[in-house]
């Protein structure tokens, strides 16, 4: 009976939250610096339709969780999940580039590797092999393509995935055998191998659907002229979706993409400037005393005493300063002005992360809870919160919690990245703390396991969902990888963040190579003029007992340019989870 209660409760609470109210949203499309005219605004699946002005003005109204699309002839169409902050998005639109068919180029067999390399990511027809890029189109022999979206999303794996999905392949005892693909063995027929993102193996690891980017058949007789008498039953080639690890079938560790992948680091990151962001701050941090520095920020207060960005930057400035007594009273006297809205409260709950108020924090993280409880990451940050104030028991209480939302169905069980940053973290709490709330509760669902023991986890969270900008992790051989946020690079994972509730991402580095690694972050913006808030959370020695946290929180402001965020020692192998 008292499941039945709290699952009901809990559905009116979702049902609470789905009653949307319109959002009346605006805001200024451009191409460059130059606003468009005559842009189509539409709410996806609707009539409901305006165009830009002059100006590159619009206004329209818009339900959460309604898509708007921007469209503009020779422009790539821009879509927007609408949230429940969503007032304003200024739209930059950039020219539609149709990819040429008919190019000959003549030099030295540019098949080129550079040139393929460049037109990966536009063209599906061209494939990532473990011996190059290979254009299906100009190999001389068949190769049938399938392309990630196609896969049926509830297969389990890839392999049954396949299945029906390309003429002469057929599916048995988990392997795929290619019709006509070579001779037989004893009798029977070969199975393929395959080439996951340029490793052949004779076994295929488990992979998500969702991780696919492309599928590519190439039959026995063609196989073996590229691959050897190894392929003489097909090799099904697998190019997953912008993972920068590749996976050592012997060692089961994980190589450094960045490595092979030979990209160099530039040099070319600035240095953060907190005292070239904004007037007050750039005040704030001239001032020699404190008593200075009290005084510029009663002079700013008038002007911007509901500011959000003006109680968290301030907040921060007289804590790094020293000045940890006024701080406390900036936060006292104007919770009020960022405790409304998810997006400011969000970032002030980073700033009393890293100031170590975690009973303030907690606070914070519950009234987004109360806003936001369709989001997936709100149960997270809940029992992050309650573990971070010595409270064991309460955190794997909110898992369970969630875990009960996924098993009814109210949460979707889609593998998205906030839930593998959700099982891990509850796995580590039962690893490092299971006594501490398994003697008097009957708490189910937890795994003990040993995955990433002793790696450092770098988990970045950012307040504003329509945050752009670009990760580089720079190894200490001085080869960089970057993790890309952004609509032109990242449309389907910032779409699935938005309906999913999530801002965050998980990387793992292990000590298989010992030196300095840079990390840097190139702002892209938020379609609006203010500062979107990153925080940082560094674990050392996971998921062992010496595990330790650091966390850091970063305002960006600066465009386009390339800035240093942290470095630190004895950290490789990134890999995303």
Known sequence: MRKIVV????????????????NEISGVVTMGNTPIQNV?????????ETFTDENGKYLITAEPSEVLVF??????????????????????????????KEVVVAENNINNQDYLRLEYAVNKNILSTAFGYLDANRVGYSIKLVDGDDLNPGAIDVITALRGRAAGVNIFGGEVYIRGGGPQLGGRAIPAIYDLDGMVLRELPFITVENIDRIAIISGLAGRVRYGSIARGGVVVINTIGSPIRRDSETAKNYDRALMRNNIYNNDAVTENRSNATGYLKELYSCKENFAAREVYQKYLLRYANDPHFIIDTYLFFHDTGDKAFAKLILEKNINVVERNPIYAKAMAFALDY?????????????????????????????????????????????????????????????????????GEMN????????????????????????NKGETRLFFEWNDSEAEFDLEFVNPQQNNFIWEHSLENSSKRIKNEKIVGYS???????????????????????????????????????????????????RLTLKDVNQKLTDFDNLVTLSVN
């Open 40 to 48: 189509s605004v539409q709410v996806q699946n609707s009539f409901k």
């Open 355 to 423: 100031t170590k108020e975690h009973f303030k924090a907690k606070e914070l993280y519950k009234k987004i809870f109360i806003l936001r409880p369709e989001y997936m990451q709100s149960y997270r940050d809940m029992a992050n919160s309650y573990r971070a104030n010595g409270n064991y028991k309460k955190a794997a209480s909110m898992y369970i919690r969630y875990q009960y939302l996924i098993n009814e169905g109210i949460f979707s069980d889609d593998n998205s990245a906030i839930q593998k940053v959700i099982d």
């Open 504 to 554: 965050s991402e998980e990387f793992f580095v292990d000590g298989s190579l010992p030196g300095k690694w840079q990390i840097n972050v190139n702002y892209r913006g938020n379609k609006k003029s203010s500062p979107v808030y990153l925080k940082l959370t560094k674990f050392t020695n996971y998921n062992t007992p010496s595990q330790k946290i650091h966390v850091s929180v970063y």
């Open 71 to 100: 469209n503009y002839a020779g422009m790539q169409n821009v879509e927007i999940v609408v949230e429940d902050v969503t007032t304003r998005l200024n739209i930059e639109m950039k020219i539609k580039v149709e990819a040429l």
């Open 428 to 451: 580590n709490l039962f690893v490092l703390h299971s006594t501490d709330f398994m003697e008097d509760s009957n708490v189910v669902g937890f795994t003990n396991y040993n995955k």
């Open 7 to 22: 699952l009901i409760a809990l559905i009116f609470s979702f049902q609470a939250h789905c009653i949307n109210s319109l």
